[in-house]
């Protein structure tokens, strides 16, 4: 059992937008903004797209976007695109000083 | 461009030692801006981070894994690895090796290995 919780699984048609949820406690992301996002493609390696719970790396795409509420991180993913068909992971620090991970998501794009 | 690569034993006995290494090319890990780490996967199960380490040799661990896991960096090879002790099915992952930093510590991981499948059977 992961210690972040997420939907199993979201889907969307071309050009929505989707949100995945990470819920977790005042442990983890209620008590520091230390939220990442990875994409992880079929047999590739994951890739960060979100840190500090909103920012993006240079290089990922502007419809990547990432928030956070109490206990409950979100990535948004506007303007659907088939490219974006992936599994999604958060993560977090936490107060135990080491990353915890949610379950992943697999978004299926429609 | 950064390039990781975990190489190791696919196949590993119940109680044996599960033996990781991550060559780094691209790049030295002899430098003060990141950790690098390993997090695996179980089958159908979330990412889970097992372990990192400082250029300065300073290592942090899963507290759950504390007791059975070493890391370890090789700066004249560029690489570092994982040795996981008296394993069980329980182990059996995808191990990826990674880059990271951000929180003051290792929060993000920016580059990973492609990832190598362990499987503990006897």
């Known amino acids: 059992q992961s210690a972040l919780t997420q939907p199993a699984s979201v889907s969307g048609s071309p050009g929505q937008s989707i949100t995945i949820s990470c819920t977790g406690t005042s442990s983890d992301i209620g008590g520091f903004n230390f939220v990442s996002w990875y994409q992880r493609h079929p047999g590739k390696a994951p890739k960060l797209i979100i840190y500090d719970v909103s920012n993006r790396p240079s290089g990922v795409s502007n419809r990547f976007s990432g928030s956070k509420s109490a206990n409950t991180a979100s990535l948004t993913i506007s303007g659907l695109q088939a490219e974006d068909e992936a599994d999604y992971f958060c993560s977090s620090f936490t107060s135990s000083s080491n990353v915890a991970f949610g379950g992943g998501t697999k978004l299926t794009v429609l | 461009q950064l390039q990781l690569q975990e190489s190791g034993p696919g196949l590993v006995k119940p109680s044996e030692i599960l033996s990781l290494t991550c060559s780094v090319s691209g790049g030295s890990i002899n430098r003060s801006d990141y950790y690098w780490g390993w997090i695996r996967q179980p089958p159908g199960k979330g990412l889970v981070w097992i372990a990192s380490i400082y250029y300065s040799g300073n290592s942090y661990y899963d507290p759950s894994l504390r007791s059975r896991a070493t890391i370890s960096l090789d700066t004249s090879k560029n690489q570092f690895s994982l040795k996981l002790n008296s394993v069980t099915a329980a182990d059996t992952a995808i191990y990826y090796c990674?880059?990271?930093w951000g929180c003051g510590g290792d929060c993000y991981s920016d580059y990973w290995g492609q990832g190598t499948l362990v499987t503990v059977s006897s």
């Open positions: 990674v880059r990271s």
